[in-house]
Every structure is written in structure tokens, then in C-alpha cells.
Nanobody, 120 residues
Framework: EVQLVESGGGLVHRGGSLRLSCAAS????????MSWVRQAPGKGLEWVSS????????RAAESVKGRFLISRDNAKNMLHLQMYSLETEDTGVYYC?????????????RGQGTQVTVSS
């Protein structure tokens, strides 16, 4: 069974930083491109960033480019998102998702994810 367990969210002031993590299991992580997506209150899913299986290539949404850095540790089956200079607009539930670098990401299962709240 595919499992993606996010952690690291919390409440942070505007301009602060957070590091999100996702523990993956149930599939060959090192062969799978991965993504972070988020959902702001009352809005739909928004793609944030993706990384190729080897970790050497990344993509990011314009809204987070230069502030968020996606990375992965294939030895530990972990995906990370380092977030700097957080803005109130970054508030939402963050999910890790399979794929998204070469094709559409796989919709995350609701009820999981990690909440990020940026206060002004």
C-alpha cells in the first residue's frame, strides 16, 4: 500500500521558515518523481514544486520560486520542502504527491497532509 506521511507544519510568523518532510513507503521511491502540492482554505489544490527521481532537477511554481526548495533522500525514502520567507498566502495544508515532474501529479489522499499557518 502506498503511504505518504507528511510532517513539519506549524504556525509561523510572516517571513519565517519551516521544513516539511514526507515519509514514503509502499512503492519504489527512488524511481518516482515527487511533488508538493497545497490547498489554501476554501481553494483547490495548487502545485508547489516537483523533483525528478534522482533529485538533480526540480521545478517550482512562480509563487514560491526562490523561497521554497524541494529535495529528497532516496536512501531514507524521504521528501522535503524547505520554505523560507513565508507569506500569509502560503497558508494551507501541504501534501506530498507522487509524480508531477514528468506528468500530472497523483491527487493526494485527503485527511493527511500537514497544516502550515503563516500569521501576519
Amino acid at each position: 500500500e502506498v503511504q505518504l506521511v507528511e510532517s513539519g507544519g506549524g504556525l509561523v510568523h510572516r517571513g519565517g521558515s519551516l521544513r516539511l518532510s514526507c515519509a514514503a513507503s509502499g512503492f519504489t521511491f527512488s524511481s518516482t518523481d515527487m511533488s508538493w502540492v497545497r490547498q489554501a482554505p476554501g481553494k483547490g489544490l495548487e502545485w508547489v514544486s516537483s523533483i525528478n527521481p534522482g533529485g538533480g532537477y526540480t521545478r517550482a511554481a512562480e509563487s514560491v520560486k526562490g523561497r521554497f526548495l524541494i529535495s529528497r533522500d532516496n536512501a531514507k525514502n524521504m521528501l522535503h520542502l524547505q520554505m523560507y520567507s513565508l507569506e500569509t498566502e502560503d497558508t494551507g495544508v501541504y501534501y506530498c504527491a507522487r509524480r508531477g515532474y514528468f506528468s500530472d501529479y497523483e491527487a493526494p489522499r485527503r485527511g493527511q497532509g500537514t497544516q502550515v499557518t503563516v500569521s501576519s
